[in-house]
């Protein structure tokens, strides 16, 4: 082997090495945040729910590291507790449509034919309107709460897994793995389940992954405009609709539940790119 190509072959490995670290401590963070919405009700300093007006709008401070909103309520303990509401909401939203999505796309791709026809066309109405303008007619219908505003945005979100799902299953179906196993007396079932859900498993995977922090976005939109948790729940969406017309006073009433979205977010976004790279099949290519 020559100098170059050990050169380039050790350059690959580090690379290879880089990217899953990366995709370790990505995963641990989120694993973390995970851990703190679990045991969120034990890590909380004070009673998110438990309001003293002598307290109200007190700055940061060594007693309440996050301060306290219009009735004394401190904004650590809330911002814990709203993490329980905000980041598994997501998850089960994200979950729904994730499931409902690859499912209705496996069939589409599969069947083709009428039944095709009819769920593309009614994936294609629910991609012509604005997603959040949707989502905001369907939680108004609704009306307010967590399960609504879930319902609401699965309603519009499905179609991007169905379109992906389908693409997939076409360009797995006549495969020639997928021939030699329809020869081998494989069912409709065992075919689905055993060979093209496998198979399109990873692009889906990171697609679910990448849209964890849209969906969070979107939730905590709806709770902002007040489609979504109902107060006094602790939710981050509501408390930045609650702290808003005090943001001058007490900027802090936004910016605690603000900055948690914004790493929750960012976590779960730089989890995703992480993810996409590490399942590329160029760059798993390259590395082997």
């Known amino acids: 082997m020559s100098v170059e190509k050990q050169i380039t072959v050790r350059e690959q490995k580090i690379k290879k090495n880089h990217l899953k670290a990366k995709l370790v401590f990505f995963l641990i963070l989120a694993a973390g945040l995970l851990l703190t919405a679990v045991f969120a009700r034990y890590l909380c300093p004070y009673d998110p729910y438990e309001q003293n007006l002598l307290d109200?709008?007190?700055?940061?401070?060594?007693?309440?590291?996050?301060?306290?909103?219009?009735?004394?309520?401190?904004?650590?303990?809330?911002?814990?507790?709203?993490?329980?509401?905000?980041?598994?909401?997501?998850l089960v939203l994200v979950a729904v449509i994730t499931v409902v999505g690859t499912a209705v796309g496996i069939i589409c791709g599969w069947r083709g034919g009428k039944a095709d026809a009819v769920l593309m066309r009614i994936s294609d109405v629910f991609l012509?309107?604005?997603?959040?303008?949707?989502?905001?007619?369907?939680?108004?219908?609704?009306?307010?709460?967590?399960?609504?505003?879930?319902?609401?945005?699965?309603?519009?979100?499905?179609?991007?897994?169905?379109?992906l799902a389908r693409g997939l299953t076409l360009a797995q179906k006549d495969s020639s793995y997928m021939m030699a196993?329809?020869?081998?007396?494989?069912?409709t079932p065992k075919l689905l389940v055993k060979h093209i859900l496998p198979n399109i498993a990873g692009p889906i995977l990171v697609t679910a992954v990448l849209d964890i922090g849209t969906m969070m976005m979107e939730l905590a939109g709806l709770s902002f405009l007040g489609l979504g948790v109902k107060p006094p729940m602790a939710e981050?969406?509501?408390?930045?609709?609650?702290?808003?017309?005090?943001?001058?006073?007490?900027?802090?009433?936004?910016?605690?539940?603000?900055?948690?979205?914004?790493?929750?977010?960012?976590?779960f976004n730089l989890l995703g790119d992480t993810v996409r790279d590490y399942m590329d099949p160029k760059q798993r290519n390259k590395n082997n």
């Open 236 to 267: 981050w969406g509501s408390m930045i609709s609650d702290g808003r017309v005090m943001l001058q006073t007490a900027p802090w009433m936004v910016l605690a539940p603000g900055g948690a979205i914004f790493v929750t977010v960012m976590i």
């Open 128 to 163: 012509a309107f604005p997603g959040l303008v949707f989502a905001l007619a369907v939680a108004g219908v609704l009306g307010g709460g967590v399960q609504n505003a879930i319902i609401a945005l699965g309603a519009i979100s499905w179609p991007k897994f169905a379109r």
């Open 56 to 90: 109200a709008q007190k700055p940061p401070s060594m007693l309440h590291p996050f301060g306290t909103d219009r009735y004394g309520r401190d904004m650590l303990s809330r911002v814990l507790i709203g993490s329980t509401t905000s980041i598994f909401a997501t």
């Open 181 to 187: 196993a329809k020869l081998s007396g494989s069912g």
